[in-house]
Structures are given as structure tokens and as C-alpha cells.
């Protein structure tokens, strides 16, 4: 008998029929004789939806009463789960996050998990029930609801996965699993038997559709192999897991990742002076403004460009903070090109293996797109490349380190 | 600076504008300088909906899965009226009924308040906040959700001011406050500035459409004033309150109550002998049945007809109880009839005056109307006739005791 933790998204739980087909699959699911924790989402579009509503009466909600109100989405979708349940005549009970023992900080609206104490899980599962637990919420020191943010859910599941020290954490959601490129690019995209943590975290600009990053991290640490599946069809889905064995696997790359939402700004004739970096971008990260690739090019006459990106809706707020600094430090004009996308190929073991990087290069340049920016990591490498051509990027990457083939 | 609890019921907080409505209210009542607990109720039709939903998943879900379900109506509305109340720049934070201490037993769907225990609520009204708490709502011992039943919301507000001692229980709702009698089947109902507690109760079984008597049982209790207004126009309501200086007025008749809610068994040829009655009431109530008006007519020969009333719905329940009873008992045919109503007049002190009951009993002969069952009670005359003459005896009863003239 082994303890398993469970997660159905909002469309896996959208309306009443699919409540009760997710609980016949729960319900096969035990009789195999696991332990189930099953964490769920809220039905549908019901988050947004009572976003819309709070939006009605006030433009701004302060997100404390924001966070209460979202709450109310998980809530009832676990206890309609557990009413499914009851129907089939299996013993279940729904648990608010408070109840399951989420404890968070008072950041309201991207609440971090604490700690987790599953005293009320452990004797429920010891009663025999199979524990319906609302995603995405929890509880503060001060006993106020809080929220995880988007995609929370998730990240409750791999935590209650790693406090129950569960055999294994299952996502279950609207794709089947992870794949070599986005399929909707790339037809022919694969899909992947079993991934690395680190892999997926590079892949998630495409595959946060498949499940939230900070889950996955939270997977890493605490060793939680994680199953992505469908909460559909009964076809085997992707195991993220540690896996050592699979850097010596003949094809390094697992995958192309891309992402298009990306603005660049560089900041031309920047003295290269110690501490010019932090005069740029404290500011920027005081914001809470997330910048991703930073290149500053070769230095002549101690003069560099430096380049960064940000995403698009941070782009206007970073202007406005760069362009006082770039007067203040000397530097030239300030330039930005809003249209850039991102392609990467990412997989474990690349850089300790040569040719990867040039490849890559090569195939961009046969297909006559444009590099900007490159940008490397242990697992990744990242050319930043005019937006019109990101779909033909992905296509002839796929093609070029044969990831169609069967494995 | 008087601190007051207000209720705001479902029509109330209906939607957007409704709640924007209430805020205003609250604010101009603020603005006079008065501490403010605010209970609201679930919006409009949304306890029904989450009702409705839970039956397209489990026909008969359990008690506690449903608790957890209803209570997410009022927790929403508790914090848009606070987002409505910080769009208009006033402080203001939502609590639900586990964080403003209320504290209930376990018998989910009908729990009754064990404790309040008022700290949080304290502490924010010390931080200069208006409290908006989630009415309906209570936290067992074992820390689950339990509702208080239909019209519980009224409870909460009326328990909470008790606890707060505070200076009144406001219970703003769709009517503008306790008539003499249904307005709608009598246009000269006449609005009581004030009532007292007993008045009230007996005036409820067209009253409850006004508050739930749970509510006013418990202000009577703690002798917590209760006003009854509109929450849509500014026009005075009802005060209910202990009262005393009443008992001496005039006319000892408040109102004219009625109750098409009615069905009648008789027990034909029940042997008089002791003990009779329990083996005839005991199996319905120990089935939860709720007996109203009992009458035994004098005994001839040993030999009585026993008749009872019951509400509509129970009155099949009912009959398959009796029946066999009936046989093991000796007693003759049992019959019954669904098509009566009660017909009462109310008013503290009534009793020891003489003439009310002649005068009732005289005014129904002057019209025609039969009168099937009598009773009484302290401050109650009821009579029992049939369904189709009740607004001939509200009105003739409204003027006979000349309830339509001004104070």
C-alpha cells in the first residue's frame, strides 16, 4: 500500500460530470489499495470569474480580502469532490489548506508555504477516508487566509507529497504529459517518458502550461518524483524525477523551450566601472522586476553596451527607471526592441559535451534567423531571435538533434 | 461612540451595486462615529445555487461536505463589502465566522452557537476597523466549518452583539420592519414601532419572512435590542426589546399572525388511559417530527378524539407512524385533512384581560368562518379554519381590533 498525492487542475474539475469522472478515477485508483491525498483546483474559470466579481466593486482589492475571496474557488471544488465520492459509496473528507496543515507567510496573493504539519491528513487516512485537500490556500501565523498565486495548486500537492513523504506526487491535467517542443509548434514533437527537474524547469516557458515551475523546485529539494498525466485519457504520462542515469543517454537534448514574451533594452556607452552593474539593476529588482538574460559585451576603452530583457508588461516600468539612471552614470542612449522571442535547447549533460552549442548555431543560421543575444546555462542554451521566426526555430532545432525519433 | 452590529441579508448584498449600496450605508453610519460589526448573509439566490450544484454530484450529500460548500456564499460577500468599503477609503477587514470566534456543536446544517469568543474582532475594531463577518457560519471544536441553518446569519449578528455587549443589533433586510399583520393580505397593516421579544415570536409564522426567531429567542435571552429596517429606504423600523412599559397600552393586540402550513390528524376512539399520549407523541418525536396545536376533547366514557397538527411535509411521515399506533392502541379510524390554517392574534398581556377571545371567536362567526381547533397560550389566541378563509380572517380580525389605526 503506498501513499499517493493526487492533483486535478480547474479544467479537470470545470463542471459537475467531470467531478464525478475524476472521482471514478480516484475511486480506481483505490482500489489498488493505495493511500490517496487529492489535492484539486477550482472549477473552471471560477478563479477569474470572481477576480471579474472583485473587480466589479473595486479596481484595486487589497490582497488580503482578495486572497479570502479566491480561497472560496478550491473550497468548493474539494468538498464537491468529496460529495462525488461519498456517492460511490467510498469514505472521503474535504480539507480547507488550513486544515491540511498549510502554514504560510502573510504575503497575500503569492503566499510561500512554511512549514506543513499533516496531523489532521495522517488521522483522517488512518480512519480510511481518502483526504480531499483545497489547493492553492493556506493559513498565516495570524490565522488569515493567503493564497500560493497562479498555479498554486500545485505547489501544495509536491509539498503535501514531501510532508507525507508520499511515494510519488501525480499532476494530473489537461496535456498528457511533457514533450520535446510544444505541439502545437512542432506536430511531431514527442513525448517525453521521464524528464529531470532541472530539464523541466528549463522547459517550463512553454511547459507552464503542464505544471507550475515553483512545484517543480519544491519536487527538487525534497525528492518528490512527480508524474505529469492526463486527468483524461489513460495513456502513460512523464515522470520528473532525479535521474542520474539519464545524462549519459546518448541524445543530451530533451527538448526545445521557447518563450516570445520578451522585450529587450540596452543601455549603450556604460562606463565599466566596479559596481555599475548594481547601480543598474538594484533598482530594477527594488521593483520586483524580473530580468532574465543580461549580456554586456566586450569592454573597448572601458565603454560597454549592456543588454538585458525583461517580459513585455515590465518593459515601460523598467524604461522609466534605467533612463534617470543612464543619465546619472554617464552612459548614451537607452534602446529597446519589444518583438524578440526566446528558443533554447535544453538538456542535462549538454555543456559537459562539445558540439551542442554550434549546432545549434549552425541550424539557426541555415534556416536564416537572426541571432541578438545568446545566453548559456548548465543545461540550456538560449538565442534570443526576432519574434516572426520563433515557430521555424523550434521546427528546425526539433529536427536537427532528432528528437521525433523513437526513443 | 456606541458600538453596533448590523446585518445585511441576502436581497441586501444581491450583487455589485447592491453591495456598493450597503457600503455607503455603512460609511454614513460610520461617519456618526459608531464602532461597527457588520454580519452579511450569502448574495441573493447563491446559497440555493451552491444547493443545486452539490445535488447534480451526490442527491443526498453529507451534512458536513455541505456546511464547508454553503459557507463559501457568505465568506464572498464578506469580502467584497470590505473591497467596497476600502474603495471608499474607510478601514475595513472580513472575517470569517471561525476568525470572529464563533464557536458552534458539531450537528452540521443546524448547529447551534456554543460560544462567541469576540477577540479578533476586538483587536480590529481597536485598529479602528469596520469588521465585516461572514455570517451562518461557525467552527466545531474539531475546527470543521458548521453552518447554523436557514436564517442563521440572524443568529450570528444577534449572538455577536450579544457577546460584544453592545449597544444594538441592527437587521437590515428586504421588508422595513414588523407590521400588524401581512401587508399583503391586509394594505392597512399598520408598522409597530416596537414589539417585544414574545410579541415577536408568536407574530413569526408570517413574521419570518422579517428575522429568524432563532435570533429573536436568543435576543430575548440576552436582552439584546433588535431593530428591524429596511436596508433600501431610509424609514424607521421596528424595535424589538424587552419592553415592559408595553404590557399596559390600550390595545394588547400587536398582530394578527398566520400559518397555511397546516395539516390535521385525528385519532378517532383513543382509550383514556394514562400514558396514552407519550405512546402517540413519543415515535414522532423521536422521528423529528414537529407537533403544533394538540387537542383532546373532553373524554366520554373513557374513549377520546385526539387531533393534532403537523406542517405539510410531515404529514405523510406522520401517518405511517400513527397508524400502526393506532391499531396496537385500539383506537378507531385516523383522518386527516391538508387544507387548514391557522389564524392568531398576538399581544403581550392579552391573557389577563378578558374579551380578546370572545371578540376573536365573534368577529370569525360574523364572517362565516368556521373554527376547527382552539388554542392559547400566554400572549397567543389561535384559531384553526380552513385554508380558503385565512385572508377574510386577517383582514376582519386586522380591523376588529382596530390594529389599522395610528398610535
Known amino acids: 500500500m503506498a501513499l499517493i498525492v493526487q492533483k486535478y487542475g480547474g479544467t479537470s474539475v470545470g463542471d459537475a460530470d467531470k467531478i464525478k469522472n ?40 487589497e490582497d488580503r480580502e482578495l486572497d479570502v475571496l479566491l480561497s472560496t474557488g478550491e473550497t468548493v471544488s474539494s468538498t464537491l469532490m468529496a460529495m462525488a465520492l461519498h456517492e460511490m459509496g467510498l469514505p472521503a473528507i474535504s480539507l480547507s489548506g488550513a486544515q491540511a496543515g498549510i502554514g504560510t507567510e502573510s504575503r497575500f496573493g503569492r503566499a510561500r508555504i512554511l512549514e506543513v504539519d499533516p496531523q489532521r491528513i495522517h488521522k483522517e487516512l488512518g480512519e480510511g477516508k481518502i483526504v480531499i485537500v483545497a489547493g492553492f490556500q493556506g493559513i498565516t501565523e495570524e490565522m488569515d487566509i493567503a493564497t500560493l498565486g497562479r498555479g498554486g495548486s500545485d505547489t501544495t500537492a509536491v509539498a503535501l507529497a514531501a510532508a ?99 522585450a529587450k533594452v540596452t543601455v549603450r556607452g556604460v562606463p565599466d566601472r566596479p559596481g555599475i552593474a548594481a547601480t543598474v539593476f538594484g533598482p530594477l529588482s527594488d521593483a520586483g522586476i524580473s530580468v532574465d538574460t543580461i549580456v554586456q559585451n566586450a569592454s573597448v576603452e572601458r565603454i560597454a553596451d549592456v543588454t538585458f530583457t525583461v517580459t513585455r508588461k515590465d518593459l515601460e516600468r523598467a524604461l ?77 532545432l526539433h529536427k536537427a538533434f532528432e528528437l521525433e525519433e523513437a526513443e
Chains 1, 2 share one sequence.
Open 22 to 61: 475524476v472521482a471514478r478515477r480516484i475511486a480506481a485508483r483505490r482500489e489498488k489499495g493505495d493511500e490517496l491525498v487529492v489535492v484539486v483546483s477550482a472549477m473552471g474559470h471560477t478563479t477569474d470569474e470572481l477576480i471579474a466579481l472583485a473587480h466589479q466593486i473595486n479596481p484595486h482589492p
Open 164 to 262: 507525507l513523504k508520499a511515494e510519488r506526487c501525480e499532476i494530473y491535467t489537461d496535456v498528457d504529459g511533457v514533450y520535446t517542443t510544444d505541439p502545437r509548434i512542432e506536430p511531431k514533437a514527442r513525448k517525453l517518458v521521464e524528464i529531470n527537474y532541472e530539464e523541466m524547469l528549463e522547459l517550463a516557458t512553454w511547459g507552464a502550461r503542464v505544471m507550475h515551475n515553483r512545484a517543480v523546485e519544491l519536487g527538487a529539494v525534497y525528492n518528490v518524483p512527480i508524474l505529469v498525466a492526463s486527468s483524461f485519457r489513460d495513456v502513460p504520462g512523464t515522470l520528473i524525477h532525479r535521474g542520474e542515469e539519464m545524462v549519459e543517454q546518448r541524445n543530451k537534448v530533451s527538448g526545445i523551450a521557447y518563450d516570445t514574451d520578451v
Open 320 to 396: 522609466k527607471l534605467i533612463e534617470p539612471i543612464a543619465h546619472q552614470i554617464s552612459a548614451g542612449d537607452v534602446i529597446t526592441d519589444d518583438h524578440l522571442a526566446k528558443v533554447s535547447i535544453v538538456g542535462a549533460g549538454m555543456t559537459s559535451a562539445p558540439g551542442y552549442a554550434s549546432r545549434m548555431f549552425k541550424t539557426l543560421f541555415d534556416s536564416g534567423i537572426n541571432i541578438e543575444i545568446i545566453s548559456t546555462s548548465e543545461i540550456r542554451i538560449t538565442c534570443i531571435i526576432d519574434e516572426s521566426r520563433v515557430a521555424d526555430a523550434v521546427r528546425a
